[in-house]
């Protein structure tokens, strides 16, 4: 049985990495003209301003599109099979690709509330993953 | 561009080729456009390569376009390697002509050549951290497109289906193709999902295959040679920030790259007689028919499923069968056919009245994107 790849941390997302490590999903944001995004960089994508900062995400977000593998192109996904994966929006703003754990991906909409989990993969990561609040499920994913 | 023109087009067969290398079919495909040209070897003087995907791994950093160059014995004055994935053979085109405008190069040669069934490399799905969240390959960017495409225009997976269906039709009635089987929806609907909604029968296979053309500055031709097909228009556009760009995986940048190249040429989507839109996936045909302006947005599957863009349409895609059936040439072969239609050399699959085609490259994770307009000058 193998294991999910984990992240290959570089010196430019090796401070988001970290945060996640302690349990914090964070962003980076430009102190000069207020852009958050994601994925890391080393300067702000929009003034190009080196002064950047991570903060921390409240962990709420919707769906904007989503593909459900039925094949497995890493065996350690083998296992999860059909999984989800989906283009995410934060509620402040940043997106990025993520898992969607999801029982049933017929009842996935663009649109769906998210709500963030930490899954966590060998040697200490922990990786983001979106659960949906799906309408027929809401008690039971609810926080 | 009014001064440059392709003058030869080559292609090597498509699909298993036991015993070819990347190489071996890059050099045949140079070889045979050269030839259909009817240039001197001595009088081509630029050289522009796409690697494919097996040989840069092994070859490690060496510059493709240097080992290429020296097994063809070449002392060009313009080279370079394309690396923009599906777009890159449609650039390269625009390199050539850019340089031949300028007076850098007169003939130029661009080449494509692979070789993943019988030499494969170790080529990774996965995308750094990508692979973490279980996205590996185009294939699921592609199907979140789709998704998207279904979700916003109630596209239908028998619309996605008509496109696979349509490129059947035509390789058909292409010698050459890689599958000329027909392909019925039933068949279609019945086979499984790779990554939901895309089926098998909505990626293009991956096969054997070198393609070259000769791009030359339209005053120093050979007077026995074919009929040149002018570059009339180009353009470009890329997404290289797609989590900053509300558009990403909505609509390409076959939009803007579509709006270059048709002011370049003075013409619009009316004047277009046939389409060869890269077509590494099912979807991918559904949005460039509506980025380009061929069709309304949310119109271009039921469009695709009337039979507009099969053979006897009113707008004839992929005339080959595409990536999808035709096999897949890295986009070169696109433009390889392109350029029979326009000199009326295509056979059973010969489009009518064959003036004007529009060929696109799109590469990567929806990122690249380019546009060429190729005019006929065939009496
Ligand atoms: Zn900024």
Not at chain 1, 44 to 73: K, Q
């Amino acid at each position: 049985m193998s294991h999910k790849p984990v992240p290959r941390p570089d010196p430019i997302s090796h401070v988001y990495w970290q945060r996640l490590r302690e349990g914090r999903f964070s962003y980076q944001s430009c102190r000069a003209c207020g852009q958050c995004w994601l994925p890391p960089a080393p300067i702000c994508p929009r003034c190009w301003a080196t002064d950047t900062e991570f903060i921390d995400s409240a962990g709420y977000a919707r769906l904007l599109t989503w593909a459900t593998y039925h094949r497995a192109y890493d065996p350690a996904f083998a296992d999860s099979l059909p999984y989800v994966v989906g283009l995410v929006e934060l509620s402040e703003g940043p997106r990025l690709m993520a898992g969607i754990r999801c029982d049933d991906p017929t009842l996935l909409r663009v649109g769906v509330t998210l709500n963030l989990e930490l899954e966590p993969r060998e040697n200490g990561f922990l990786v983001p993953v979106f659960v949906p609040v799906l309408a027929n499920k809401r008690e039971g994913h609810a926080d | 561009m009014p001064d440059t023109v392709i003058s030869g087009v080559g292609a090597t067969p498509v699909g298993k080729l036991a015993g070819a290398t990347a190489w071996s079919l890059q050099a045949q495909a140079c070889r045979a456009a050269v030839a259909d040209a009817g240039l001197e070897l001595a009088a081509v003087d630029g050289l522009l390569a796409e690697p494919g995907y097996t040989q840069p791994v092994i070859d490690g950093i060496t510059p493709h376009y240097l080992r290429l160059g020296e097994m063809l014995g070449m002392s060009p004055n313009l080279c370079g390697t394309e690396v923009l994935g599906g777009a890159s053979s449609v650039s390269m085109v625009q390199r050539a002509a850019n340089a031949i405008a300028a007076g850098l190069c007169t003939h130029c040669l661009c080449v494509y050549g692979d070789a993943p069934v019988s030499a494969p490399g170790t080529f990774e799905y996965g995308r750094g951290d990508d692979a973490t969240h279980g996205l590996f390959g185009a294939v699921g960017l592609h199907a979140m497109a789709a998704r998207l495409h279904m979700e916003r225009y109630r596209t239908t997976e028998a619309q996605l289906g008509a496109v696979a269906v349509t490129a059947r039709a035509h390789a058909t009635l292409t010698p050459h193709a890689q599958f000329r089987e027909p392909l019925n929806l039933e068949a279609y609907l019945d086979s499984a999902y790779v990554v939901e909604p895309l089926r098998k029968y909505d990626c293009c296979p991956v096969s054997d295959c070198g393609a070259a053309v000769v791009v030359s500055a339209a005053r120093q031709l050979p007077a026995d040679g074919p009929a040149p097909v002018r570059i009339a228009g180009m353009g470009q556009a890329h997404c290289l920030a797609p989590m900053l760009d509300a558009r990403h995986l909505r609509q390409l940048p076959a939009a803007r790259s579509g709006a270059t190249a048709f002011a370049m040429a003075s013409v619009g989507p009316a004047d277009i007689d046939l389409c060869e839109l890269y077509d590494c996936f099912t979807i991918v045909v559904l949005m460039q028919l509506e980025d380009y302006g061929f069709c309304r947005p949310g119109a271009a599957g039921a469009f695709v499923a009337a039979g507009e863009t099969g053979p006897g349409g009113s707008l004839p895609v992929n005339t080959a069968g595409g990536l999808l059936a035709e096999g897949y040439g890295g986009g070169m072969l696109h433009i390889v056919e392109a350029v029979r239609q326009l000199r009326g050399e295509a056979g059973d699959r010969q489009v009518d009245e064959a003036r004007l085609g529009l060929v696109s490259g799109h590469g990567l994770g929806l990122n690249t994107h380019a546009t060429l307009i190729l005019a006929s000058t065939a009496a």
